[in-house]
Structures are given as structure tokens and as C-alpha cells.
């Protein structure tokens, strides 16, 4: 099969013959055809699998960086409570139990998106590049390159398919926790206006 283009810019495909199979421009052909497809196969999914641990590990990042900024978040908000009330002492009871009450708008999002953000590290199972020795190294009934190869990329196939499952499920985690931490101000101005003007008017 050969590809031409045309003065349009559209592509003309033409089968070859069983001559022209044996020009060397046509590459492998014939039995050489299924042992060239099963290493360009191998190459290519070993691209995608390379591709998707890349992809992994950069969901993993935003994420640290998320936790750590709701790690900083709660610390100041505990750390506000604590300099603005005076700590657990009784003369300050009634004005640490406001505060504390409004801390809860802050602290409650900043809950809930590290809860969806632990989520991106649980524990996986994720396919790598690299056949196992063990396997390799097994007796084979009429062994060949050919099946071999053709055998690992359907492995590899199948692990694709599973990595895209923990991408597609740490994705969501990480969008749910990324929303609730940016929410997590919003929310709580708005519940400390309203426990500002409870306080008030009670």
C-alpha cells in the first residue's frame, strides 16, 4: 500500500501487487509483515504506557502541592483562633466559642477536599514498561520472536486500558479536591457572616 498526494492535498491510497512486494522500498512484506507490526506494536504501546505514568505522575504533583496548601490554610486558621480568643482559657470562653464556631466555614471545605485528594494516592494497580524476566525465561512450546512480542503487547494492551481507569478515577479525585479547596474561602466568609450576624442580633 502507498500513500500520494495529490495537487488538492488529499491523500490517494493504492494497494501493491505481489510485484511491487518485492521492491525494497515497500518494506516488510509477506512473512516479515507480522514480525515488523508486532515490534512497532510493542514500540507504540510502550509509548502510551511511558505517556500515561508521565500523566500519573503529574496528578500527583498538583496534588501534593493542593495538600500542602490546605496544610498551611488550617494551621493559620487554627493559629487565628488561638491569638484572637487566647487559647482554652475560661475568661475567654464565650468569645473562643464564636470564633471557633466560624472557623468551622474554613476548616470543614479544607476536610472535604483533602479527603478527595488522599484519594489520588491510594494504593493502584498500574502497568509499566518492562516484560517480566521470569516469564521470558520459561520453556516454550515451538518458541518464536514473533509470538513472543505479540504476546506482550497484548498484555501491555490490556494494561493500558487499566492505567486509563486509575487516570480517569484520580482525575475526578483531584478535580473534586481542587473545587472544594478553592471554594474553601468562598464558603467560609459566607458562613462567618452569618455567624457574625447571629451573634449580633441573639
Not at 176 to 190: E, N
Request: aromatic letters at 10%; glycine letters at 6%.
Amino acid at each position: 500500500m502507498s500513500e500520494k498526494v495529490g495537487q488538492s492535498g488529499t491523500f490517494e491510497i493504492r494497494l501493491c501487487s505481489k510485484e511491487d512486494a518485492t521492491e525494497p522500498n515497500w518494506g516488510a512484506t509477506g512473512h516479515d509483515f507480522r514480525l515488523w507490526r508486532a515490534k512497532e506494536a510493542l514500540a507504540q504501546v510502550e509509548k502510551r504506557l511511558s505517556s500515561q505514568t508521565t500523566t500519573l505522575s503529574a496528578y500527583e504533583t498538583r496534588t501534593s502541592s493542593l495538600l500542602g496548601w490546605l496544610s498551611a490554610e488550617a494551621l493559620a486558621t487554627v493559629g487565628a483562633v488561638i491569638s484572637r480568643t487566647g487559647g482554652l482559657d475560661a475568661s475567654h470562653w464565650e468569645t473562643t466559642k464564636i470564633w471557633m464556631l466560624g472557623s468551622v466555614g474554613f476548616i470543614l471545605p479544607m476536610v472535604i477536599s483533602a479527603i478527595y485528594l488522599s484519594r489520588v494516592f491510594k494504593k493502584k494497580v498500574w502497568t509499566v514498561v518492562g516484560a517480566d524476566a521470569e516469564w521470558l525465561m520459561q520453556d516454550w512450546d515451538n518458541p518464536s520472536e514473533v509470538e513472543c512480542i505479540e504476546s506482550i503487547v497484548s498484555v501491555y494492551l490490556d494494561g493500558v486500558q487499566e492505567n486509563e481507569t486509575v487516570l480517569d478515577y484520580s482525575m475526578k479525585k483531584l478535580q473534586r479536591g481542587r473545587a472544594w479547596f478553592l471554594l474553601t474561602p468562598v464558603l467560609g466568609a459566607i458562613w462567618s457572616a452569618i455567624v457574625i450576624s447571629w451573634t449580633l442580633h441573639r
